[in-house]
């Protein structure tokens, strides 16, 4: 009796299953948009520079974090949105977020839980406010306003970075208590083995800073407050999205 053959793994297949959702894909755009970059202020190819360079900004979430103290355009003299439209209304998500932790009387107390509710109430702010230049960035109502919001916006999103950041680090530093040990069947369990079930795993608290980590000179270049080079932009970029994408690859099962 034949047995049927189980398909093994194509990595085509994995990568269009990848690309097909909205979270795959914007990754993926991200991380040619970062290695357009790289490559653009690194090569000595001055026509392959150019390609490069209008590449990232038309791929740019927004070109004005992408390169410090500048609003950069692209070859067509207008800010580049592409990639911002798979994110138009996550604010939602931001503020419903925020709505759980207040409504959450478990939580509310803890330092780490006002650290997130702070983190996603900016994290928040930033989204809602960016969303009302992208009628500025495509020509269609240019406004004087349009540098001053995005750069409260670019604060707010630098602000829930940081607190990313400075959450994921306290979660890892701080020791957790282990619960009472239970017995079963009348046996004792071991309190050390118990202490490491109930131990949360740190890697995705290391990579959650590695990512936020990276993205923090995107805000705080525009700003002004991390004054790092466009190369040293770009670089993170690819990191922290290439972690971040790997995070989206692995939730595709």
């Known amino acids: 009796m034949a047995q049927a053959q189980t398909p093994g793994f194509s990595p085509l297949k994995s990568l269009v299953a990848y690309t097909s959702q909205t979270a795959g894909l914007e990754k993926t755009l991200r991380l040619i948009q970062a290695t357009s970059q790289v490559i653009g202020v690194t090569t000595a190819n001055k026509t392959l520079a150019t390609q490069c360079l209008t590449a990232r900004d038309q791929l740019a979430l927004s070109t004005l974090p992408c390169l410090p103290y500048s609003a950069p355009i692209d070859s067509n003299g207008t800010d580049s949105t592409a990639r911002r439209y798979f994110r138009l209304l996550d604010f939602y998500a931001c503020f419903e977020r925020v709505h759980a932790l207040i409504t959450n009387p478990s939580s509310s107390s803890t330092i780490p839980s006002a650290m997130e ?55 890892l530093l701080s020791p957790q208590a282990p619960d009472t040990p239970k017995t079963t069947g009348g046996e004792k369990s071991d309190p050390k083995t118990t202490a490491k079930q109930t131990r949360a795993p740190k890697w995705p608290l290391v990579k959650r800073i590695i990512i936020d980590g990276c993205d923090l000179t995107l805000p705080g270049s525009f700003l002004g407050w991390t004054p790092v080079t466009p190369l040293q932009i770009g670089l993170g970029m690819v990191v922290s999205t290439v972690f971040a994408g790997h995070n989206v690859w692995a939730a595709q099962g």
Not at 158 to 169: G, H, K, Q
Request: hydrophobic residues 55%; aromatic residues 20%.
């Open 117 to 171: 509710l702070a983190q996603y109430t900016f994290l928040g702010l930033y989204l809602f406010l960016e969303d009302f230049t992208i009628l500025h960035d495509m020509n269609v109502a240019r406004v004087d306003w349009h540098h001053a919001l995005m750069t409260e916006a670019n604060k707010f999103w630098f602000y829930a970075l940081a607190l990313s950041v400075l959450r994921c680090t306290w979660e």
